[in-house]
């Protein structure tokens, strides 16, 4: 098994698709050994509207005050809107005044990864969806407790699912 997981990563680096696998064109999400989603990004096109292609795959932004659910305050989870995947909750939700959803934490241990993002000259850390890789916005240190922590996430990122 780590033979194969070793040979699957060097085929990829030397694809030059080490960030994403490419499979061919799907009706459906195929979920990897690990319960990745993998997709084309045929497939993610089709999938997703031209906004939140931009913003999921290609790792764009939305306007501040601009996104669905900037000044949301329902009891609801929010699922990615590439995957559906629980990524936050209403309850950590916060007010931060930027403009974008802010959320204190994840809605469960491992729903997000983070990457160090050196765009636009500085260094920011990156948070996407652990399930299907999408960009979902970025996170700082300058939140409220419990965490300290200020995850500013892109509307066109989530789906909103009321309790």
Not at 46 to 68: D, I, S
Request: aromatic content about 8%; glycine content about 10%; overall charge negative.
């Amino acid at each position: 098994m780590k033979l194969a997981k070793a040979i699957l990563l060097v085929v990829m680096l030397l694809g030059g698709c080490a960030r994403e696998a490419r499979v061919p064109s799907a009706p459906a999400p195929a979920h990897g050994s690990e319960g990745k989603v993998v997709m084309s990004e045929a497939d993610w096109k089709q999938k997703l509207t031209p906004e939140q292609f931009h913003v999921l795959r290609e790792k764009g932004t939305e306007r501040a005050f601009t996104g669905a659910y900037w000044d949301a305050h329902e009891d609801a989870v929010y699922l990615c809107a590439g995957c559906g995947q629980p990524l936050f909750d209403s309850h950590d939700k916060f007010d931060s005044g930027t403009g974008w959803p802010s959320f204190t934490r994840p809605a469960a241990s491992g729903a997000v990864a983070d990457h160090t993002d050196m765009s636009y000259g500085m260094a920011r850390t990156e948070v996407v969806c652990s399930r299907c890789g999408g960009h979902l916005g970025h996170v700082f240190d300058d939140g409220p407790e419990p965490t300290g922590l200020r995850y500013c996430i892109n509307s066109l990122s989530l789906k909103q699912q009321p309790r």
